[in-house]
């Protein structure tokens, strides 16, 4: 089991940049493959992206394709997603999840962070 913190969410106006950080301890990072989701008011969690153990490999949703990216440093422990040309509607609590596998991660992560939030205001 590996536990999960994620940081660096706030408050950002419409076209701006914010960089979350999800920071791992309990057992072998590299060993992960690492996703994100969101989760925005009255909706359903919503699978965002995710990045093999090895970082090589990346998967994003078609709604933040290009704007969006995700990557990690196993030396730090850290897994990232940098947040471009922000939109109101990204606006949500951001989850990041760990899995031994990227299809364990988008079906059934082993853990998750406690999420942090992102306000996109128009």
């Known amino acids: 089991q590996v536990q999960l913190v994620e940081s660096g969410g706030g408050l950002v106006q419409a076209g701006g940049s914010l960089r979350l950080s999800c920071a791992a301890s309990?057992?072998?990072?590299?060993?992960?493959?690492m996703g994100w989701f969101r989760q925005a008011p009255g909706k359903e969690r919503e699978f965002v992206g995710d990045i093999s153990w090895s970082g090589v490999n990346t998967y994003y949703a078609d709604s933040v394709k290009g704007r969006f990216s995700i990557a990690r440093d196993n030396a730090k422990n850290t897994v990232y997603l940098q947040m471009n040309s922000l939109k109101p509607e990204d606006t949500g609590v951001y989850y990041c999840?760990?899995?031994?596998?990227?299809?364990?991660?988008?079906?059934?992560?082993?853990?998750w962070g406690q999420g942090t939030q992102v306000i996109v205001s128009s």
């Open positions: 309990g057992r072998t990072f590299s060993s992960y493959a």
């Open positions: 999840a760990a899995g031994a596998t990227r299809t364990m991660v988008r079906t059934n992560p082993e853990s």
